[in-house]
């Protein structure tokens, strides 16, 4: 699930070109071993891809590589469209999209040029989205996938169409509940269509699955949901064509679980290198590092010529492409996830009954230091959100202060009832998003959390903040255990940010009120957290030299707003605008909206946020797409 982002590897990337693809397709290979040369060859390519972007999944594109090979290349008659007969694949996991991409291009299904356009705005999405030729759901939120499935081959019944369903699912993702209720309808309605490749890599995105929630005897469970159910080596394209040969003519739903080695084919960042108490594994998110690059590029391309004089053909031709070096982070960026680590041991010194709640997702959320310093105190629920909401639940019934900590898109969603019935047993507990906004725009709108505002903040006695800075993490954590009349949730930008501004000194928490950081007498901007309030005030700079004086106001309190306190901020300014890094219907420009046409005083109001869904790309493409960015807030400024 972890989705880390950083910077691009420089100097020189290798991938394979489409022509030599074209070439091993045509050799006179068995199919299998063509497969399993395609799969490796894919692998470079990947690799390349993740390299380039500054973020993907290398281990769990790794493992798939030989189930993604064998299924596109020699296994599945794929449907032209959704609305004729024909096999479908799709991976419900989506971390692998790497993989899956490198296959459809040696194929010739996408264009190969979108190699060089791994989570870009004008390419490839960083997960799964049906705009991508050969992606037929969206997939990233985990555990949909044999449900979808399910719907199609349905719909396919009733239009009288024919065809076989794959889908790929990760282990971690079975620790979903709505795997495992997907099952047994499957059975009930007789759909043998269905085949579901489980990747049992052993890991997901924190550390062996095991360690988090042991799936214990699998093959028992699914055989008790009545699934036909195999195993097989999932890196052994043989085993794997056998496996699936097996299965035709059976009348019940299949699941074939493919044991596979996570970060297969790089010596270094396969699983089985580990110890079996590793506390991460570095290669789930996030692009290596430059020697890490080099390391694998060459050990994958010393393979390949191998197998290439193996089976008796010329050496692969591999191409190069030059990666700019990128700049530093400026000293001014801060660092609201390392502020929240900080500040959350703070108070687990203050407060022996405060407990953290996980959900694989330890490192994005910063809480390693947590765990090491506090291990009694600390419990890893895994991918399984509602669970981990109503642990907490019973934790805070028992006089425990529990903090819940996912990516925002999670935690606000998926257990957003069991977050209602926490609320209605009147006790406290935290809830940390992170991962909050429109960015990093490279995951997709899977991972892009643009409604947890309107999600939560009707929920009775819940507050909702968000930091602007890495000062203000810690007042809004120590507000929301010590003062915060009922539960909170605390909205945290992942993302360095170089913030153009300071809190001034001798600035105090007050529910409802905000704190002014840049003066103005004409145009009042309202907004929170890093990302607005940076291209905000770079806005208000700008325009002063187009005599335009421009007041922006922090407002951290997102359902939350001191009527009196805004009316009087807003000075002399007419024209109030608010900015919202969310959907706006639901966003705090609704509040905002309401105080300033309830005071009378005849205040043009303007809203600007998210109107559309947004688009999977780099940060500044998806700001400049949204309107979000300093240069568009400048045109709304001098319209």
């Known amino acids: 699930m972890g989705d880390l982002v950083g910077e691009a590897v420089e100097g020189t990337l290798y991938y394979i070109p489409l022509s030599e693809f074209q070439r091993v397709r045509n050799a006179n290979l068995s199919r299998e071993r063509r497969a399993a040369l395609?799969?490796?060859?894919?692998?470079?390519?990947?690799l390349y891809m993740i390299a380039r972007a500054g973020?993907?999944?290398i281990g769990s594109s790794f493992s798939s590589m030989e189930i993604f090979a064998w299924l596109l290349t020699e296994e599945l008659s794929i449907a032209p469209s959704p609305l004729e007969s024909g096999d479908v694949f799709f991976s419900s996991k989506g971390h692998d999209a790497p993989g899956y991409y490198a296959v459809q291009m040696a194929m010739d299904r996408l264009p190969f040029e979108m190699i060089h356009k791994l989570?870009?705005?004008d390419g490839l999405p960083g997960h799964p989205d049906i705009g991508t030729p050969g992606v037929v759901t969206n997939t990233g939120s985990l555990g949909m996938g044999v449900s979808k499935a399910k719907g199609m081959v349905l719909a396919n019944r009733l239009a009288k169409r024919t065809g076989r369903v794959f889908v790929l699912t990760g282990d971690g993702e079975l620790q979903e509940g709505q795997f495992w209720e997907s099952l047994s309808s499957a059975v009930n309605f007789g759909l043998n269509e269905i085949t579901v490749i489980i990747d049992h890599n052993k890991l997901q995105s924190d550390t062996f699955v095991t360690n988090v929630s042991d799936l214990g005897d699998l093959e028992a469970k699914l055989h008790a949901f009545g699934w036909r159910v195999e195993r097989c080596d999932g890196n052994d394209v043989h085993a794997l064509a056998n496996t699936i040969a097996s299965l035709r003519g059976d009348k019940r739903p299949q699941i074939i679980i493919a044991d596979t080695v996570k970060g297969k084919g790089v010596s270094f960042m396969e699983h089985t290198s580990l110890d079996s108490d590793v506390a991460t594994y570095r290669f789930h998110s996030g692009a290596?590092?430059?020697?890490?690059?080099?390391?694998?590029?060459q050990e994958i391309m010393d393979r390949l010529q191998q197998r290439m004089g193996i089976a008796g053909m010329a050496p692969l031709q591999f191409a190069t492409s030059e990666?700019?070096?990128?700049?530093?982070?400026p000293v001014t960026a801060q660092r609201l996830i390392p502020a929240y680590t900080k500040a959350l041991l703070k108070e687990a010194e203050k407060h022996p009954n405060l407990v953290a709640l996980d959900a694989d997702l330890i490192l994005d959320t910063g809480l390693i230091p947590f765990r090491e310093k506090f291990p009694e105190r600390f419990f890893e629920c895994g991918i399984a959100e509602q669970d981990m909401v109503s642990v907490a639940g019973g934790m805070a019934l028992?006089?425990?202060?529990?903090?819940?900590?996912?990516?925002?898109?999670?935690?606000?969603?998926?257990?957003?009832?069991?977050?209602y019935n926490n609320a209605t047993e009147k006790t406290k507990v935290i809830y940390v998003g992170s991962l909050a906004g429109v960015v990093p725009g490279g995951p997709g709108h899977s991972h892009q959390a643009v409604r947890d505002i309107s999600a939560l903040a009707a929920i009775p006695d819940m507050t909702l903040v968000e930091p602007s800075c890495e000062a203000e993490v810690g007042m809004l954590l120590d507000w929301c255990i010590d003062e915060a009349?009922?539960?909170?949730?605390?909205?945290?930008?992942?993302?360095?940010?170089?913030?153009?501004?300071?809190?001034?000194?001798?600035?105090?928490?007050?529910?409802?009120?905000?704190?002014t950081l840049v003066e103005g007498t004409d145009i009042a901007i309202i907004a929170y957290g890093p990302v607005l309030l940076s291209a905000a005030v770079e806005a208000a700079t700008s325009v002063k030299s187009k005599a335009l004086s421009v007041k922006v106001i922090d407002l951290p309190w997102l359902n939350r707003i001191d009527d009196t306190w805004l009316i009087s901020a807003l000075g002399n300014c007419q024209r109030v605008i608010a900015l919202d890094n969310h959907f706006l219907a639901g966003g705090q420009g609704e509040l905002v909206a309401k105080v300033v046409?309830?005071?009378g005083k005849g205040f043009a109001f303007e809203h600007y946020g998210i109107s559309t869904l947004p688009p999977g790309g780099t940060n500044s493409q998806v700001l400049k797409t949204m309107g979000l960015d300093a240069e568009a807030i400048v045109r709304i400024l001098i319209g």
């Open 485 to 515: 009349p009922g539960s909170c949730y605390i909205r945290l930008v992942s993302l360095p940010w170089d913030i153009p501004y300071q809190i001034p000194q001798g600035y105090r928490l007050k529910l409802g009120q905000g704190v």
């Open 38 to 46: 395609v799969a490796d060859m894919c692998r470079l390519n990947a």
């Open 398 to 419: 028992k006089g425990l202060i529990p903090i819940v900590h996912s990516f925002a898109c999670f935690l606000s969603a998926r257990p957003n009832e069991q977050i």
């Open 323 to 329: 990666r700019e070096a990128t700049l530093p982070l």
């Open 288 to 297: 290596p590092d430059a020697r890490s690059y080099r390391l694998a590029a």
């Open 597 to 599: 046409a309830q005071a």
């Open 119 to 121: 989570r870009r705005i």
């Open 55 to 57: 973020s993907g999944h």
